[in-house]
């Protein structure tokens, strides 16, 4: 059989079939076709402006590492015009963490830039390993995906960053807007499509991949030979996710654009005022001073929860209120430094000096 | 023709080496004729057996019986890989190359690689 051409160049074999437009295309063409599209993706949500200090949410994984690459490409091609920080969260999963990290230092000899690495032992004074060993691992993801989004806003603001950009891509969307959907979230369904999102006194925080599907971002790294760490957390099953994932995977292979079609159906959703009007409104956290949308973070309590022994209480209304019966919270217990970011772009860290009741 | 056998070069990626004895690289030698059902418990011997030139879905079911340590149902799901693991022929994507049905050459190599490792 005579090899194909690409259908873009009409001159090189073709090496992959695109799976959003079905395209057969050779492998520099991919490149620029890849690159260019989150390119325009960037430009047209206008995520970016000249002088903006960025940091790319590092795992060592497939995604971050090639954001990180095409990001460095960019930035170079289009003369954006920012700094470039890698920003690692170390959770403390021996075995896990501590390897895919050791990808992540190799990545910033590569691609020539400052890497910060903040622990959850550094900042909440506990491994997922310590937390694992109290709570069991039926709830270790929901204090492992509290206590990253919390670290990641907190390494941003001791690099001094305006904005944080992850590898989430395109299957990783659709899966959360399945998930919201399947577990009647219409306040994270309404969230989860957009591109950019940003609290009150939060840093931004985007999404240059949303329209990249798993499958291309896998086969950039391929072809580019990108140095990446590819293994299951140990402590892994998200098991609702899985689920998802695997019917997204089942879907894609019958349909392609699957994906794509599934993010444009988010999208198109609008979320009822009244519905708007339930949710919390953002405040700060008493203790913390992290955004929050109750008197106390999320963070703090399932800190708590975990430095008095009672885990639970961070997750359930009953164990909650067992806690609560058992007295108020402890003077001298161990809580996450002040966060403080002020709104003269010249965020810190600084260490809580008091602790309100 | 039937004695003759094909020399591959196997390759696992995105965490699929893990099932794999933890080895990104392996070379195998398969036959060149193998039973239409896939089996690959015995060579096509008897003439009531129909046969086939090996192709990449006898591949998949070769590496399973021989080669695959652990897990088997991460690997391969209603006679070909399951979905969300990528498949390249000497570094082309297997749907320009008929998927499960391309023929194997001697000297081929065969790259599978998982995308559904955490990012």
């Known amino acids: ?357 | 023709m039937s004695s003759d056998n094909l020399s591959l070069k196997i390759e696992f990626g995105g965490g699929l080496e893990l099932l794999f004895s933890k080895q990104r690289s392996h070379n195998i030698t398969i036959p060149a004729i193998v039973r239409k059902d896939d089996s690959t418990s015995s060579l096509p011997q008897e003439n009531d057996v129909e046969t086939k030139p090996a192709d990449i879905t006898y591949l998949i079911h070769h590496l399973r019986d021989h080669l695959l340590k652990e897990r088997p149902e991460l690997f391969i799901e209603n006679k070909t890989v399951r979905p969300g693991i990528l498949v390249l022929v000497n570094d082309t994507d297997w749907e320009l190359e008929g998927e499960g049905d391309y023929q194997l050459k001697n000297g081929d190599e065969i790259v599978f690689i998982s995308t559904l490792h955490g990012g």
């Open chain 1, 1 to 357: 059989m005579a090899p194909k051409l690409c259908v873009l160049c009409e001159t090189a074999k073709a090496m992959l079939r695109r799976p959003k437009t079905g395209q057969q295309i050779c492998r520099d063409c991919f490149f620029y076709v890849f690159e260019t599209e989150v390119h325009n993706t960037i430009v047209e949500a206008k995520l970016f402006k000249s002088g903006d200090s960025v940091a790319i949410g590092a795992s060592g994984g497939k995604d971050s590492t090639v954001l990180a690459y095409v990001m460095k490409t960019l930035n170079e091609r289009y003369k954006y015009g920012l700094e470039l920080f890698l920003l690692s969260i170390d959770e403390g999963i021996t075995g896990y963490r501590d390897d895919s990290l050791e990808t992540v230092k190799r990545n910033q000899q590569q691609y020539d830039m400052p890497l910060k690495i903040l622990s959850y032992d550094e900042l909440y004074g506990w491994t997922m390993d310590a937390i694992v060993a109290q709570v069991g691992r039926k709830n270790n993801c929901t204090f492992c995906g509290v206590f990253r989004r919390q670290a990641l806003d907190r390494g941003a603001a001791m690099l001094g960053v305006d904005h944080i950009v992850t590898g989430h891509n395109a299957d990783d969307i659709a899966e959360t807007i399945l998930m919201n959907i399947m577990r009647g979230d219409i306040a994270r369904l309404g969230r989860c499509t957009a591109i950019c999102t940003q609290g009150e006194d939060t840093i931004k925080r985007s999404k240059p991949f949303k329209y990249a599907y798993e499958k291309e971002i896998v086969m950039y790294a391929y072809f580019k030979k990108l140095d990446y760490f590819s293994t299951e957390c140990i402590y892994s099953p998200d098991a609702y996710r899985g689920h998802a994932r695997a019917f997204l995977k089942d879907l894609e292979a019958a349909r392609p654009s699957a994906i794509i079609d599934i993010i444009h159906s988010g999208e198109a959703f609008e979320v009822k005022e009244e519905v708007k009007a339930t949710q919390h409104v953002q405040q700060t956290c008493q203790r913390c001073g992290y955004m929050s949308s109750n008197p106390l973070c999320k963070a703090c309590t399932l800190l708590e929860g975990l430095e008095r022994g009672s885990a639970e209480s961070g997750l359930t209304e009953r164990a909650r209120k067992k806690l609560e019966a058992e007295g108020p919270t402890p003077e001298n217990i161990r809580t996450i430094p002040f966060f403080n970011k002020t709104p003269s772009g010249n965020p810190g860290l600084s260490i809580a000096v008091e602790i309100p009741a």
